[in-house]
């Protein structure tokens, strides 16, 4: 079945280093995919989303490239801030109902 | 426009008791999703909801866990009997449309802790 493998956390980093989360894939057909973000106590919030191959989704500096070849969504931002700590869920949505999500990836930033 | 609300945020129940979990959906949206996340995983899919109707239960343990939707009201994410391992964070999204092009909106999710 389909199944999403994200790089397994904590990444730590300092503030303004460049940061990288990766995300593979295994669907069939061709999925949209996204990533998601949870700050500690609350719920998931869209960060950005691509729908087809070579597609960029983009948004608050962060950015990833949908990949057929590789089978990847790897998530990218070339300054983090401290306020950029949180969980990250690479997901897909595979025409079957549901989003099937990875085990996320805590990134912790240190001024 | 308000967005997706779930409550109560936090629940705690004895071994045994019932749960019930609540979810409006963003305004507009006929289409509701209940996820789980156990501590330190990822969220795993457990129904889908349009109005009054119960799309796809794949994710849903066959016994003790029911959903529903109704035409009026809140979606309801109803666990009987709870044992300890029912506890985890449930997450409701919502949808416009259904698919990958329409996108899920979460709530800020039910901690449920069983004694």
């Known amino acids: 079945g389909d199944s999403v493998t994200q790089m397994e956390g904590p990444v730590t980093l300092s503030e303004e280093a460049f940061l990288t989360i990766n995300c593979t894939y295994t669907?069939?057909?061709?999925?949209?995919l996204f990533w998601y973000v949870q700050y500690p106590g609350e719920g998931l919030q869209l960060l950005l989303k691509a729908t087809k191959a070579d597609d960029k989704g983009s948004n608050k500096g962060f950015e990833a490239t949908y990949r057929k070849e590789t089978t990847s969504f790897h998530l990218e931002k070339g300054s983090v801030q401290v306020s950029d700590s949180a969980v990250y869920f690479c997901a897909l949505w595979g025409g079957y109902n549901k989003l099937i999500f990875g085990a996320g990836t805590r990134l912790a930033v240190h001024p | 426009n308000a967005g997706v609300m779930q409550n109560p945020r936090h629940l705690v129940r004895r071994r045994g008791q019932e749960a019930r979990l609540r979810c409006s959906p963003m305004?507009?949206?006929?289409?509701v999703y209940w996820y789980r996340q156990l501590p330190e995983e990822g969220l795993k899919f457990m129904v889908y909801l349009q109005k009054e109707n119960i799309i796809d239960e794949s994710g849903m343990p066959k016994e003790r866990f029911s959903a529903e939707f109704p035409k009026e009201g809140p979606s309801i994410l109803r666990i009987q009997q709870v044992v300890r391992g029912d506890s985890a964070a449930y997450f409701c999204a919502s949808s416009e449309g259904q698919g990958g092009t329409d996108t899920q909106y979460f709530g800020p999710g039910t901690r449920l802790t069983v004694l």
């Open positions: 305004k507009g949206h006929s289409h």
């Open positions: 669907a069939t057909g061709y999925p949209s």
